[in-house]
């Protein structure tokens, strides 16, 4: 069964600390996505690659996020430094868009990141 | 700006009640919509989606939605509910347009009561 591989699935940080998450996404998948999970705010995209290249990052804080797909493979969500506020469950997600056509996303298992 | 919104926040029914949960979407032009169901502690999983066709769609679980293009709505429904399908359900939507990404409702906590 082909699934997104996230990786670590749980951490602890303390406050300061860069954390860094990572995504295999689906073989075949030109897509991935980065949302992130609160109570408070709900699902939010916080960015997005098609076909390695990032289209939109605006949901992301760009001071201390940065998100990158180094290759097909492997995407990588980074804080510096982590603060509690980023304390949040981060899925990846990846999917086939053809022709800008949208097409079944698979989500993760998710990061559950706690910033302490 | 594009959007899907969910207007039941928390739904409580009892076991072998219907099961109806809202959907609405802000666009006009073409769009992909799913459901997808995330169990307590879990990851987000497929229930159904329609892209085109029969407007009425069949998921897993026994779910269904029916999409009706002049009330921009999709929503989920399941003739009789089980204790197993307490859990989150959003409603997404994939526009061919703008941010192009899915967009996702606010969620709808469904709690099923034995």
């Known amino acids: 069964d082909a699934r997104v591989t996230q990786t670590p699935r749980h951490k602890v940080t303390e406050m300061g600390q860069e954390v860094t998450m990572r995504c295999q996404p689906i073989l075949g998948h030109n897509t991935v996505f980065w949302y992130r999970q609160t109570m408070m705010q709900g699902l939010e995209l916080l960015a997005y690659f098609r076909n390695r290249a990032p289209l939109d990052d605006s949901g992301m804080p760009k001071d201390r996020f940065s998100a990158e797909m180094p290759d097909a493979t492997l995407a990588t969500l980074k804080i510096q430094p982590s603060e509690p506020r980023d304390s949040a469950v981060y899925f990846c997600?990846?999917?086939?868009?053809?022709?800008?056509?949208?097409?079944?996303?698979?989500f993760g298992e998710g990061s559950w990141l706690t910033v302490v | 700006a594009q959007s899907v919104s969910q207007h039941n926040h928390h739904v409580i029914l009892s076991e072998a009640a219907s099961l109806e949960l809202g959907c609405n979407y802000s666009?006009?032009?073409?769009?992909?919509l799913f459901w997808y169901v995330q169990y307590p502690g879990q990851h987000l999983q497929l229930l159904l989606k329609?892209?085109?066709?029969?407007?009425l769609v069949k998921g897993i679980k026994g779910f269904e939605a029916e999409f009706i293009k002049s009330k921009f709505s999709f929503n989920l429904r399941k003739p009789s509910v089980q204790w197993s399908d307490t859990a989150e359900y959003f409603c997404?939507?994939?526009?061919?347009?703008?941010?192009?990404?899915?967009?996702f409702g606010s969620g709808t906590r469904l709690q099923v009561q034995p």
């Open positions: 997404a939507g994939y526009m061919d347009t703008g941010r192009r990404a899915l967009t």
């Open positions: 329609y892209f085109s066709g029969d407007p």
């Open positions: 997600a990846s999917g086939l868009v053809i022709g800008g056509r949208g097409n079944t996303i698979y």
């Open positions: 666009y006009g032009g073409t769009v992909n």
